[in-house]
């Protein structure tokens, strides 16, 4: 009869384990199964959103918040989560995957770190979140949780291709019009807020809003890379003109501002801008 009670005290203890193996396999809580943009990605366009898919429908509030976007190459956990990016949170329908939308267009050839930490929580789960097995393969290992980074497209940054009269020129007529030509598309206002035609040789930027001197009126191309501005009134005759340009034109879909470095071909530069200077006949 002992024999039998030893027995089944095995077999019982047999029964146990091999429930619990059957448990640790089939409870394995939830995965990241892909982060897009993926780590390492390179040239992703700057209007993107970041998706993060899981293996099984998520609770919203725990995943949004153990999540941040931030400029940069991240080698650390941010020491204050609340500086990440601002933006807005999007779901499918059956919550496995959260989409981020930021509030602005990321920055031009630049890298952004994906933070995600453990934690996350399966919906209607009563049991732990996320662990950092369910996040392998999709980043930079941390202590409690991973970094993917991704750098964004270079676009081609506007530019001026010509003006006219050109910086030095001489024998010019009075009735002319100054023209602006430039490499994309432009967003006429804030091009013609910095743009000026002044009498006389000027050797300082004049300030925003200060910027006009001569009165005119401005016409644009169907395309919006031409723009042409036609003094109210005759120029006069052996005269220095000054054509000021300030950096911070905008193309016309606003995901590029004109820098120093797409002027200073075209006139002498200045503190914010370039001078081109012409003489009239």
């Known amino acids: 009869m002992r024999h039998k009670i030893i027995i089944s005290g095995v077999l019982v203890l047999g029964a146990v384990f091999l429930a619990g193996c059957a448990d640790d396999g089939g409870e394995t809580g939830p995965e990241i199964v892909a982060i897009s943009p993926a780590?390492?990605?390179?040239?992703?366009?700057?209007?993107?959103?970041?998706?993060?898919?899981?293996?099984?429908?998520?609770?919203?509030?725990?995943?949004?918040?153990?999540?941040?976007?931030?400029a940069g190459d991240l080698d650390t956990i941010p020491a204050d989560i609340m500086e990440r990016m601002h933006g807005d949170f999007t779901w499918n329908a059956d919550q496995t995957v959260m989409a981020f939308h930021p509030d602005s267009l990321l920055m031009d050839s630049t890298?952004?770190?994906?933070?995600?930490?453990?934690?996350?929580?399966?919906?209607?789960?009563?049991?732990?979140?996320?662990?950092?097995?369910?996040?392998?393969?999709?980043?930079?290992?941390?202590?409690?949780?991973?970094?993917?980074?991704?750098?964004?497209?270079?676009?081609?940054?506007?530019?001026?291709?010509?003006?006219?009269?050109?910086?030095?020129?001489?024998?010019?007529?009075?009735?002319?019009?100054?023209?602006?030509?430039?490499?994309?598309?432009?967003?006429?206002?804030?091009c013609e807020s910095r743009f000026g035609l002044h009498e006389g040789e000027l050797t300082e930027m004049p300030m925003m809003g200060m910027m006009g001197g001569m009165d005119g009126t401005f016409h644009w191309n169907s395309d919006s890379t031409m723009m042409t501005f036609q003094p109210d009134s005759m120029l006069m005759d052996s005269t220095m003109y000054t054509i000021?340009?300030?950096?911070?034109?905008?193309?016309?879909?606003?995901?590029?501002?004109?820098?120093?470095?797409?002027?200073?071909?075209?006139?002498?530069?200045?503190?914010?801008?370039?001078?081109?200077?012409?003489?009239?006949?």
């Open 111 to 190: 890298m952004y770190s994906i933070y995600l930490q453990a934690g996350m929580m399966a919906k209607d789960s009563h049991g732990d979140g996320m662990m950092l097995s369910g996040m392998k393969r999709h980043g930079m290992e941390m202590t409690d949780g991973i970094i993917s980074r991704f750098t964004t497209e270079k676009t081609s940054l506007p530019k001026i291709v010509t003006i006219d009269p050109a910086n030095g020129a001489t024998n010019v007529e009075t009735t002319t019009a100054v023209q602006i030509e430039f490499n994309r598309s432009m967003d006429a206002e804030s």
């Open 244 to 281: 000021c340009l300030r950096e911070g034109m905008q193309t016309a879909n606003h995901d590029g501002t004109m820098m120093m470095s797409g002027m200073d071909d075209y006139g002498d530069q200045v503190e914010n801008g370039v001078f081109a200077k012409f003489l009239t006949k």
């Open 39 to 70: 780590d390492g990605a390179t040239n992703v366009a700057k209007s993107t959103a970041v998706l993060v898919q899981f293996s099984e429908p998520m609770d919203e509030s725990s995943c949004e918040s153990r999540f941040g976007l931030f």
